[in-house]
């Protein structure tokens, strides 16, 4: 069924096509500061109870300056659907069908995350084309806090 005509007449930024996407296209996401409901949130959702996340006292008998946010969580702040990548491709995306990624670095409260994805492989196919994004998230310091890779698929 396609979408209604009041959806395109609202759209935020221009629609692209596949063929105009270009590699090395920079998609920044929002910065976040990672508060207590920012780990609530997040446990609440995940059911993860383990005190790493949520036991301050725990984390700095480890040696942890505060609880660590859960790498699920940091990986959820490079979701292309809080940035413009998916408004301008619209309704020839047809999902995501891979994701990866390394935590490299601890992210606890506090702490300011930038995640960014960036086109690095494109790939036409009969019907369909498959955008390869680099997913990264560094911290107020400039340290690389994530690195991994997102796959869509599109209509093309």
């Known amino acids: 069924m396609p979408l209604p005509s009041v959806y395109h007449s609202h759209r935020p930024v221009p629609a692209r096509r596949f063929a105009d996407l270009k590699i090395g296209e920079r998609y920044p996401l929002p910065s976040r500061t990672l508060g207590d409901g920012n780990f609530a949130a997040f446990q609440a959702v995940s059911l993860d109870n383990h005190p790493i996340h949520y036991d301050a006292e725990y ?10 946010a859960h790498g699920l969580q940091v990986l959820c702040f490079t979701a292309a659907g809080a940035g413009l990548f998916p408004h301008e491709i619209g309704d020839a995306l047809l999902g995501m069908i891979e994701v990866k990624a390394k935590i490299l670095k601890s992210a606890y409260p ?7 994805l960036e086109i690095t492989d494109l790939k036409a196919q ?3 084309g498959l955008v390869t994004m680099r997913a990264s998230v560094t911290n ?13 698929l599109l209509r093309l």
Request: proline share 6%.
């Open 140 to 152: 107020q310091k400039g340290e690389t806090v994530l690195d991994g890779e997102h796959v869509y």
């Open 110 to 116: 506090g702490d300011t995350l930038y995640p960014l």
């Open 59 to 68: 984390c700095q008998a480890l040696g942890h300056p505060g609880v660590l």
């Open 126 to 128: 009969r019907t369909t």
